[in-house]
């Protein structure tokens, strides 16, 4: 007998990680702030340091750094929280082209030693040395202002260097010098050492500085569907800029046609901050009567950012856990104050009570934060977890978005991961199958699918319709999904694609229980 190859060619077995894994379903915050720039398509904070970190980007005095600190702060009854943010900037209007130094730069008694010096700025088509005695400052403030002087004396260069400002932000660190023109035609170009007197461009951290080029403005639609396509893993997008009702609706509207008819297939959901009941209402009547869903409307009088507490709920479910489906109902609100609060003997009189309000905001479908118990049992919580639509409420168009992005993960990884995935025959077919299994029982085990339910016959109707199978209802009813590799068309084989048709029982939540008392014997 020879010897095993295994003594010569010794191999050691080792678990090797997917490519992809499924992330959690984080907020995408819109900002309209100058200090990021159009290179940028978006920024992510995670982990222990997210908010720190924002903070050293943005500061603590911008109210989106409370939305983030409440966003970040959320603890779920599970004890999950939000893991990442993303943030990107919303072009509310044409941005100017600007320079942003970088933090290293010459103290302010070495800037004051010079006393001729100067840099290059190139705005648009003009270039222009910028000459500056730097003697009589005391602080870096001075230094922008003196600057600024200097670059606006360029009456050639026209509105760009006319109107341009310059300053030193205490934020950022550095200094920043926008251009006075705006707008995507608007240019900016790298900072470069001047030839009078001290070459002040590494002083000034301008040498290596970022640059970021002019910018058309944009719709809330129109940021919307930018950042959608780019990739950026958010999945509940919202903002706290004033955003009026026309700009609401086109934002809806678009998040109907990202999916044609949107009903249950989506990757994004919009979430809007309102603080007018009575603009609530007029936008709700409005969108109703246009049937969109996918979106939520949060009642916030008190201009608490109750949408970071929406936001937050969805970001800290976790998908792979047993039961790890939610109701969007009964969710904590500590910090917020709730709408439950008429108290008084003239609300009462005039039909104001907090149950009237309550009934109100819920039959419009729109969010808020409300209290149920008096004393020192009253607990504050998140509700109503409405939505309009074909299918009502976030749980289920959060579940449906859960599960599609695990099966587009499952099956990414094959693609990663294995030679080929086979196009043709019965074992291809199988094979796809048992790619996509997993995730249909993983969401039976986390209550985002249900089994043993009950279809009604127009749902029985339907499921014979999409699938030929007479079996197919049935097994939906006991096993909770059904789903069929499809036969393979002309068009499909060119494409190298499957399609597979899927048909599930929602696990869906409870909101209300209904008990009716006989009482005999009296």
Known sequence: MSLPYSKFVPITAAVQSPSFTVEKKHMLLAMDNPLIGASTPYLTYSGASALTNFKADFGSEIPEY???????????????APEKLIVARWYKEAAAPFVKGSKKLATVAELKAVSNGSFKLALGASEFEVVVDLSAISSYSDAA???????????????????????????????????????????????????????????????????????????????CDRIYNANSGGYSITTIEPVDVDSIQAAVAWLQGIV???????????????????????????????????????????????????????????????????????????????????????NYQQGLTNLSLAEELDNLCISYVYSVGFGEQEEILYGMGLMQGDFATEDVQVNESALEI???????????????????????????????????????????????????????????????????????????????????TTEDIKARRVRILVCYLCGGVVNKIMITNNIYGA
């Open 406 to 488: 695990d099966i587009q993960t499952a099956v990414m990884n094959g693609f990663v991961s294995l030679n080929k995935l086979k196009l043709q025959g019965q074992d291809a077919k199988e094979f796809i199958a048992s790619i996509v299994t997993p995730s249909f029982e993983r969401f039976k085990i986390n209550g985002a699918i249900a089994q043993g339910g009950t279809l009604s016959n127009t749902d029985r109707n339907s499921i014979y319709q999409a699938t030929g199978n007479d079996a197919a209802a049935d097994a939906v009813e006991s096993n909770g999904y059904y789903f069929q590799v499809q036969d393979l």
């Open 66 to 80: 409370t939305v983030v600190s409440k966003y970040f702060s959320f603890l779920s009854k599970t004890g999950t």
């Open 260 to 346: 044609g008819n949107q009903t249950l297939d989506t990757m994004v959901r919009l979430v809007f901050n309102i603080t007018d009941k009575t603009e609530a209402k007029t936008l709700q009547s409005t969108l109703n009567e246009l049937g969109y869903t996918g979106y939520v409307v949060c009642y916030d009088p008190e201009g608490e950012y109750v949408n970071a507490l929406d936001c937050a709920i969805c970001a800290a479910i976790d998908f792979n856990v047993a039961n790890g489906s939610i109701n969007f109902n009964f969710q904590p609100a500590t910090g917020y104050t709730p709408i439950t609060k008429l108290g008084d003997v003239v």
């Open 145 to 223: 202002s003196l600057i600024q002087t200097a670059v606006q004396a360029n009456s050639s260069g026209g509105e760009a260097f006319t109107g341009a400002t310059v300053v030193y932000n205490p934020i950022s660190g550095g200094f920043i010098i926008p251009s006075g023109a705006k707008g995507s035609e608007a240019t900016i170009g790298a900072v470069t050492a001047g030839i009078t007197g001290t070459d002040l461009s590494a002083m000034l951290g301008l040498a290596a500085a970022e640059l970021s080029q002019g910018v058309n403005a944009e719709t809330y639609a129109e940021f």
